[in-house]
């Protein structure tokens, strides 16, 4: 006669119907002289039913927003072309550049670091937040009500166990804080800052270790029409990503360097 | 679904990322999974804004990856490994949820839960989809994915044990004891609302 715990494995398929003949004669014959392992069938069974049963009601619906974010990552858009020019530091060059939706630009993204090969692994680095910076603001929601920087350090504290600086709010630099989050494509070791700059998607990134590829210099790095300005201080790696005039974003970077560090 | 031929990894000289010729069946049936993609995340992190950016982060991964599933099989199976994946690497950083996957731990907290034996055998469908929620949310995660994987989206026990990554027997074992878990923390709720009708 089989030990109730020999046969324990075997109750899934017992109930589901998909144990093979052998091992189902075996179990019938246990159950006749064991009744709470009969009791325990039965109760499996009743929740296997209870739960087939209403399959419908437990199945969550996604929502259309998030249906049609998912679609767009999977269907290149195609935006229009559009000429700006751009002050680079030390010369003025016109730049043909592209307004991308959230799809185009990750896929720039990710085929500029997988297909074309970048310089260095600093600028992979910097591609890695710039597809983040991009699908942030798409995926997370706008606040109803604009969040308090100090408070948002404080849970960050709190959930992820590490210590951040919130630059404020600065009306000067027609900065706009909109939160705090951290990605999930880079495994939530990094903080991410959520801004809004002159109207525009801004990001600050803290990654809560020094990037071998920086230093404490700020480096700027151009690539998909947007700018990263990325440093490192305090065992940390800082980067500000937003699209604009190089000696702009600097001119921000530099007040959330001073803010953040 | 039968999808057109697609492209292997030297048709373009790239690899691992978005191709601009989708075949677009393939996105189509990939995006017919989102509900059962979604409900599934919701009851991973138990969070609406969360499970939506699971969802939507094992899209971008599921198209940027294309090329590696192979054709014929299960796409829906491969995407929800990829979640399932991509939900461990988020709660691997996650100081408020450390990762408990660790199987000897995982089936002596199935042993702790299974003193609550009581002999109701029925439950009651009049109270039964609000407990059901909950008492599926009470279980400990690794049954919770094992039970739902298996009577919710009726995944094979082959293809649960690719998703969650351990053996197909300590899967079976899983969806035993999870269901047996589940019927313990109803039947007791069962028994109240006997008591008070």
Not at chain 1, 232 to 238: D, I
Not at chain 2, 14 to 43: H, K, M, N, Q, V
Not at chain 2, 169 to 195: C, N
């Amino acid at each position: 006669m089989a030990d109730c715990r020999d046969l324990e494995p075997l109750f899934a398929s017992y109930v589901d119907g998909e144990a093979p003949p052998a091992d189902r004669a075996a179990i019938d014959a246990h159950v006749r002289t064991c009744p709470p392992c009969g009791e325990r069938l039965a109760c499996e069974a009743e929740v296997r039913s209870a739960l087939a049963s209403r399959r419908g009601q437990l199945r969550a619906s996604a929502s259309d927003a998030l249906r049609r974010r998912c679609a767009d990552a999977g269907r290149p858009a195609v935006g229009a072309a559009a000429r700006a020019t751009i002050t680079r530091p030390g010369a003025t060059i016109p730049r043909l550049w592209v307004p991308l939706s959230m799809a185009a630009t990750i896929l720039l993204a990710v085929g500029g670091v997988f297909f074309y090969g970048l310089r260095s692994g600093g600028e992979a680095f910097a591609a890695q937040l710039m597809t983040d910076h991009v699908k942030c603001f798409e995926v997370a929601p706008q606040p109803t009500v604009l969040p308090d920087a100090q408070a948002l350090a404080r849970e960050w504290l709190t959930t992820r166990g590490w210590s951040l600086k919130v630059p404020n709010a600065q009306a000067s630099e027609q900065l706009q804080l909109l939160g705090v989050r951290r990605c999930i494509s880079t495994d939530g070791t990094t903080a991410h800052m959520m801004y809004k700059w002159r109207g525009q998607p801004l990001s600050v990134y803290v990654v809560n270790h020094e990037d071998k590829h920086f230093d404490s210099s700020p480096r700027l790095i151009e690539r998909f029409g947007q700018e990263a300005i990325v440093w490192c201080a305090r065992g940390r790696t800082y980067a500000v990503v937003a699209r604009g005039r190089p000696t702009d974003v600097e001119h921000v970077a530099e007040y959330v360097r001073l803010s953040a560090e | 679904m039968v999808f057109g031929r697609r492209p292997g990894p030297s048709d373009s000289g790239a690899s691992g990322s978005a191709d601009p010729d989708y075949d677009s069946a393939f996105i189509d049936e990939a995006l017919s999974y989102i509900d059962g993609l979604y409900g599934t995340a919701l009851r991973l992190t138990r969070k609406a804004q969360d499970a939506e950016d699971l969802v939507q982060d094992t899209y971008l991964k599921a198209f940027r990856a294309s090329r590696q599933f192979e054709r014929g099989t299960n796409l829906k199976a491969w995407l929800f490994t990829i979640l399932h994946n991509t939900f461990r690497n988020m709660r691997r950083h996650d100081v408020r949820n450390p990762v408990d996957v660790d199987s000897e731990t995982v089936e002596q907290a199935a042993d702790a839960n299974g003193d609550e034996r009581t002999p109701e055998q029925l439950l009651s469908r009049a109270t039964l989809d609000a407990d059901l929620q909950r008492a599926l949310d009470e279980l400990p995660e690794a049954f919770r994915q094992a039970v739902w994987l298996r009577d919710v989206e009726e995944f094979s026990y082959a293809e649960i044990a690719n998703i969650v990554d351990v053996p197909i027997g300590t899967v079976m074992s899983r969806i035993s004891r999870g269901r047996k878990m589940l019927h313990d923390r109803l039947a007791p709720k069962r028994a109240r609302t006997a008591k008070v009708g």
